[in-house]
């Protein structure tokens, strides 16, 4: 009798966890439906390009009556001498400028508030963000501060909590990866938890962006590498995911091949000026593309594990990716065979699923040219913790191909872990 009660209780667990799987995938496509049909309809904008590069910067702070700004920027943009030629310019028109150079990769919710503290005490009127990433996810953030008085970043976390408008920013990328300088989200890490997390509202996508190659042209080889595969992922998932549409999905493809084509040799030669503005393009294409049709996994295990080691973002999501692709299965076919056939490993005769693993081992191959691990950092009794993170973040807000739960992120944390 009692081993039949608890055979009945197990099944009736069991039958009571399916049920609620089913009405959580349930919500989660619903919600992700509804936010495709509304997207048309929210305040979604472009970063206005500026003329001229850094040299048009006096005319825009003009423009604007803005004569104090902020820059936010980290110690190895200073020692390349990458601030230098917007000083000058600044300089040159006579306005006051205050350097913030605290920025650190993967920035945390401290960087964030003693930026805060400095652009208040400082009088500051506007930001300009000169880094990769972490520089312009730290401008944006500190602009969230500056307007919401009574709110910290971890009340702003998700979509659409910031409400107020930020400073005038104007967002200069040195890399050619994160796309910063186009997208609505500031990702952040708490400085107690570690947990990563990001801000996503219309208001911090930057009011103008600076394309310039020249500022990419000392980039070291390593995070060319790292970078440039984390805008391949941005572009990616953008494509992959329920919710592209056809603008969207044209800007993925076109990031997809300027990033192929162009990677190994801004990796082999910094100086390849032509290689390296196909990458900045690219990277600009693929932050507009994922700001429309959002990511995917490959995102939310990543800043699960930046938040717990440090990982930095883009070799995370570059070594996690093909391993996310192979697992979501028949589902992403026949995009993937699309992409395949966009750089030219596949043909219009090609199989689907022939297609799809040629696109897949292509980006293994990739990531082994430019001297990308295949694993990872993890430790195993980490991974429950790194899961539920990842899960959170994920559902319902990303619009993947398959919907996952803990089980299958999990997996993919075992797959990727050091084996040594």
């Known amino acids: 009798m009692i081993k039949m009660s608890i055979i009945y209780a197990n099944i009736a667990k069991r ?10 995938k349930a919500f989660c496509r619903i919600f992700q439906r509804c936010m495709y049909i509304a997207y048309p309809f929210l305040p979604y904008r472009e970063p206005e390009v500026i003329n001229g590069g850094v040299n048009g910067i006096s005319k825009v702070l003009k423009k604007n009556n803005k004569k104090h700004p902020l820059i936010v920027t980290d110690k190895g943009c200073i020692a390349a001498g990458l601030i230098e030629s917007v000083k000058k310019v600044l300089e040159e028109c006579d306005t006051d400028y205050v350097v913030y150079d605290a920025v650190v990769p993967n920035p945390t919710t401290a960087v964030v508030e003693k930026g805060k503290d400095i652009y208040k005490s400082s009088h500051c009127d506007s930001l300009i963000a000169v880094g990769g990433g972490s520089a312009m996810d730290s401008a944006k953030a500190i602009g969230a501060l500056v307007v919401n008085k009574n709110k910290t970043l971890g009340k702003m976390k998700g979509i659409l909590k910031v409400r107020h408008k930020i400073p005038l920013l104007i967002a200069i990328p040195t890399t050619a990866g994160t796309g910063s300088e186009a997208t609505l989200a500031a990702v952040v890490v708490d400085a107690l938890t570690r947990n990563k997390y990001a801000i996503n509202d219309f208001l911090l996508i930057p009011h103008y962006a600076v394309l310039d190659a020249h500022f990419t042209l000392t980039l070291p080889p390593v995070l060319t590498a790292t970078t440039g595969m984390d805008a391949m992922t941005h572009a990616i998932e953008a494509y992959i995911g329920k919710s592209s549409y056809k603008l969207t999905r044209r800007e993925a493809k076109c990031a997809v ?3 192929y084509n162009n990677i190994y040799k801004a990796y ?13 393009k690219a990277a600009y294409l693929a932050g507009c593309a994922f700001t429309r049709s959002y990511v995917g996994y490959v995102h939310a295990l990543s800043h699960a594990l930046s938040g717990k080691y440090n990982t930095p973002h883009g070799e995370a999501n570059a070594v996690l990716l093909p391993y996310v692709l192979e697992a979501y299965g028949k589902s992403v076919y026949k995009k993937l065979r699309k992409l395949a056939i966009c750089i030219g490993v596949a043909d219009e005769l090609t199989p689907e699923e022939t297609a799809a693993k040629a696109f897949i081992q292509t980006i293994r191959d990739l990531n082994e040219k430019l001297n990308i691990p295949k694993t990872t950092y993890i430790k195993k009794e980490d991974i429950p913790s790194l899961a539920t993170h990842a899960e959170k973040e994920a559902n319902p807000l990303y619009p993947v191909p398959q919907l996952w739960g803990k089980k299958e992120l999990e997996s993919i944390y075992y797959t990727v872990a050091d084996k040594g």
Not at 15 to 24: D, R
Request: glycine share 8%; no cysteine.
């Open 15 to 24: 039958i009571k966890g399916e049920y609620m799987n089913i009405i959580k």
């Open 257 to 259: 091949r300027l990033i």
């Open 268 to 280: 082999t030669n910094g100086n390849d000026y032509a290689a390296r503005s196909a990458m900045a």
